[in-house]
């Protein structure tokens, strides 16, 4: 038989059953490959808002330590109080925790037994991501220098 010759099946090509099966299952991938891009197109814009948060938190935490250096070179007996009756009046915004400390002998975190003698306050900035925390304390005594900041 020779190729020309009209009694042989021309081989070349696909079936209709193969054809469609190919377009589901390409089908089929286009959407996972859709909604995988989609998810992580998504997600990629909570990296630069945690960035931003955490950039926010941090001028928030230095404004409060700043606060902190100059109520301790003019009144430190009296500093912590300050910086809380800032945090109480809203000057920091939302997101900003503030509680005395104490410490016990084995260096755990205890809460003090009377507010009158609490010497440290544990300040928390919440951002999305990561918190920032500083302690300050009240340690200064009557003719140290001042701090600078």
Not at 66 to 91: E, G, K
């Amino acid at each position: 038989m020779k190729c020309g010759d009209s009694t042989v099946p021309d081989q070349r090509g696909f079936t209709l059953v193969e054809l469609i099966v190919t377009l589901i299952a390409a089908g089929i991938l286009a959407a996972f490959f859709i909604h995988f891009m989609g998810t992580a197109l998504v997600r990629s814009s909570n990296a630069v808002e945690m960035v931003s948060d955490e950039g926010r938190a941090e001028a928030v935490l230095e404004e409060i330590i700043a606060d902190y250096v100059v109520a301790v070179n003019s009144d430190p007996d009296n500093a912590l109080a300050a910086i809380v009756t800032s945090r109480n009046n809203n000057q920091y915004g939302a997101g900003v925790l503030m509680e005395y400390i104490e410490f016990d002998a084995g260096g755990n975190e205890v809460t003090p037994s009377s507010l009158v003698d609490a010497r440290t306050l544990k300040v928390t900035v919440q951002a999305r991501g990561n918190d920032l925390t500083a302690i300050v304390t009240r340690s200064r005594v009557g003719g140290d220098p001042s701090i600078t900041y």
